[in-house]
Nanobody, 123 residues
């Protein structure tokens, strides 16, 4: 499976945004899929993931970010809300074969990455 993110842009503080991650070559039926981000000078951090166990979220995004998947399981989304400048980062989706990982919120457990999409929060 290959992944391609889209939807990143410049948004004002307090605003909302929806990111998309489209799969090609396969759908997500046999994969766990997650959203991650990397801000300048910082490491890559896990935001949310979807696996056979359901949706998981890192504590610092609960209530602000919501992950979902379309009916064909070919595209996952990340709805971002109440954005602050600290949310400025490159946002990535990543996937790993279901069962072939320990924690789908850890970047080192993910095998397949998209190219990322830039989200900038600024007035």
């Amino acid at each position: 499976v290959q992944l391609e993110e889209s939807g990143g842009k410049l948004v004002q503080p307090g605003g909302s945004l929806r990111l998309s991650c489209a799969a090609s070559g396969d759908n997500f039926d046999d994969y766990a899929v997650g959203w991650f981000r990397q801000a300048p000078g910082k490491g890559r951090e896990g935001l949310s993931c979807l696996s056979t166990s359901g949706y998981e979220y890192s504590d610092f995004v609960k209530g602000r970010f919501t992950m979902s998947i379309d009916d064909d399981r070919e595209t996952v989304f990340l709805q971002l809300s109440r954005l602050t400048p600290e949310d400025t980062a490159v946002y990535y989706c990543a996937a790993v074969v279901e069962g072939d990982y320990n924690d789908c919120l850890q970047s080192y457990d993910m095998d397949i990455w998209g190219q990322g999409t830039q989200v900038t929060v600024s007035s």
